[in-house]
Structures are given as structure tokens and as C-alpha cells.
């Protein structure tokens, strides 16, 4: 809240939400177990990116799951990269 709705700084734009309540947070927040604090920051400031991508700063609900789903799919792509260099290393790296 304090970076998305209420932004520090005299210019940082207000981002405005549009049918977002507890329950789609606590939909959320669910969908989102297990994130680090790292992960769930980098959500927040896809949040605002796509608010900011709006005319008026407006984050609506739909905007709001579509960034979550693309956040986890990236992350997910993320992790099968990793798993992909560790398991070349190993190849490259074990003696046949």
C-alpha cells in the first residue's frame, strides 16, 4: 500500500484500484504463497508499471490477476532455466 497506493515523492503518480477488495487480495496472497520478499516486490512494481501504462494510473482487476499470472509464469520459466544450467554443468562436469 505504501508504494503502490500512496508513493513517496511530491511527482510519483497515485495508482488508482478498480474493483480490488480483500477478497481478491486474499486470492492473491494465496496464489502467491511461498513467494520471497523479493518476489512479491518485483509483483508490486509490475503492478504499478501496469497502472502507470493506463491513462489515469487505474489498476483494475483484471490487470491485477493477469500481472500475477505472468509473474508466476516468469518465475516458473526462471526456475526451468536454472534447473536446465545445473543439469548441463553436471553434464559437463562429470567424467564418462
Known amino acids: 500500500e505504501k508504494y503502490l497506493l500512496n508513493p513517496p515523492g511530491r511527482w510519483a503518480k497515485k495508482v488508482q484500484t478498480v474493483d480490488i477488495g480483500d477478497e481478491e ?3 492473491v496472497v494465496a496464489e502467491t504463497e511461498g513467494f520471497s520478499g523479493r518476489a512479491i516486490s518485483k509483483l508490486a ?6 497502472a502507470y501504462g493506463t491513462d489515469g494510473a487505474i489498476l483494475d482487476q483484471e490487470s491485477f490477476f493477469r500481472t500475477v499470472e505472468q509473474h508466476k509464469h516468469s518465475m516458473g520459466k526462471k526456475e526451468e ?16
Open 81 to 96: 532455466w536454472i534447473q536446465h544450467a545445473h543439469e548441463r554443468a553436471e553434464m559437463l562436469t562429470t567424467d564418462r
Open 45 to 50: 512494481i509490475a503492478w504499478q508499471a501496469a
Open 25 to 27: 487480495i486474499d486470492r
